[in-house]
């Protein structure tokens, strides 16, 4: 699948729902939430329908996300069942970390198991190592099992896992070297995310708006000129270097301040409610679980698809006053 602007889509992040066991302030800012109702979430099987129709026209790579994906029951089967599907070269699973090391039904760890089920890269969130601000980031005082599920995440041998840290002034500015030092001394791939307005508006402020310049900045005056790897790629929007004297390379992903973010953009969003998204930081977004409920032929979803990929827009709206409409947990990062 290919959009007007030459965006190649071959890439499907799959939100399995809404509910999280943390409340990050730039996601889920507030304790009360609403969540969807059951009814209106799609089923594991209407999800691995749509993930089949999306193979079939060139989808290559599945991310699981949500929400946290992992406190969804029979999130591993299905994950196992997602790996088999013909045409799914690679899956990945973001999380928060919280649920890896605990025992799952087989009795291994969750790492572990959804490692079996044939999962080879995690994305998981830390942003700090320091437990007070963890808890105050993300209202849980779940540090010291994040902690945990990373080292269940080593032993499980994924191929690979990736570190993501969202930059917040104020709060962990003064975090950068100690994560990069956890990182390499773990042999993990770290990225730091910029905050874009998602879930709210106060999420995203002057105030609390840290830039990956300034981070950048900040980790070059410690440990010397990063060195730029253009030739060093995952399959998001990261751009990589590495740190002067050590095998180690970082990422940053900067979606409000490098212009060429969405160049090579070849994403498109599934939310946990059976929407069709081409673009996180555009409110276009297309009912496909209407369509999928009454009957759809695997033509039609496929013509759907293919309608929302003609839709896909240039780049996000994030820097024109974007007002953030859905949280983000519903739409899945
Ligand atoms: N619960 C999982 C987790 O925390 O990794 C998966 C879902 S979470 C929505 C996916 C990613 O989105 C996380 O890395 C999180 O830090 C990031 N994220 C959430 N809100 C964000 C925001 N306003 N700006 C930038 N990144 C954000
Ligand atoms: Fe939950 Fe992840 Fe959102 Fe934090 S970023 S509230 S862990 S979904």
Redesign the pocket.
């Known amino acids: 699948m290919q959009d007007h602007f030459g965006h190649r889509i071959s890439y499907l992040r799959v939100s399995v729902t809404d509910r999280?066991?943390?409340?990050?302030s730039?996601?889920?800012p507030d304790e009360l939430q609403e969540w969807l109702p059951r009814a209106d979430v799609l089923t594991f099987p209407e999800t691995l329908r749509l993930i089949r129709v999306g193979a079939q026209l060139g989808i290559d790579k599945i991310r699981v996300?949500?929400?946290?994906p992992l406190t969804r029951k029979g999130v591993t089967e299905f994950l196992g069942e997602v790996t088999a599907v013909n045409g799914i070269k690679r899956v990945g699973v973001?999380?928060?970390g919280?649920l890896l090391a605990r025992a799952g039904s087989s009795g291994s760890t969750i790492a572990e198991e959804i490692r079996a089920a044939g999962v080879d890269s995690l994305n998981i969130?830390l942003d700090t190592l320091d437990r007070a601000v963890y808890q105050g980031v993300?209202s849980r005082d779940f540090l010291p099992r994040v902690l945990e599920g990373i080292e269940a995440a080593i032993e499980a041998r994924f191929p690979q896992i990736k570190l993501n840290a969202?930059l917040m002034r104020g709060r962990n500015e003064d975090a950068l070297l100690a994560l990069i030092d956890f990182a390499g001394e773990r042999e993990l791939l770290l990225r730091f995310i910029e905050l874009m307005p998602v879930s709210a508006t106060e999420v995203l402020n002057e105030s609390n708006f840290f830039p990956i310049s300034a981070a950048r900045r900040v980790i070059e005056a410690q440990l010397g000129s990063l060195i730029p790897q253009p030739d060093f790629k995952t399959s998001g929007p990261a751009t990589y270097f590495q740190i002067p004297g050590r095998g180690q390379r970082i990422g940053f992903i900067g979606a409000l301040t490098n212009l060429h973010f969405c160049d090579t953009c070849n994403k498109l969003r599934l939310t946990c409610d059976g929407k069709l998204r081409p673009c996180l930081g555009s409110h276009l977004e297309f009912d496909i679980l209407k369509p999928l409920r009454a009957g759809a032929s695997d033509d039609e979803l496929r013509n759907f698809f293919l309608d929302v990929v003609e839709r896909k827009p240039e780049r996000h709206e994030f820097r024109e006053n974007y007002q953030p409409q859905r949280r983000?947990?519903a739409i899945g990062?």
């Open positions: 999280c066991n943390e409340r990050c730039y996601c889920m996300t949500g929400g946290e973001s999380t928060n919280t969130s993300t969202v983000m947990v990062g």
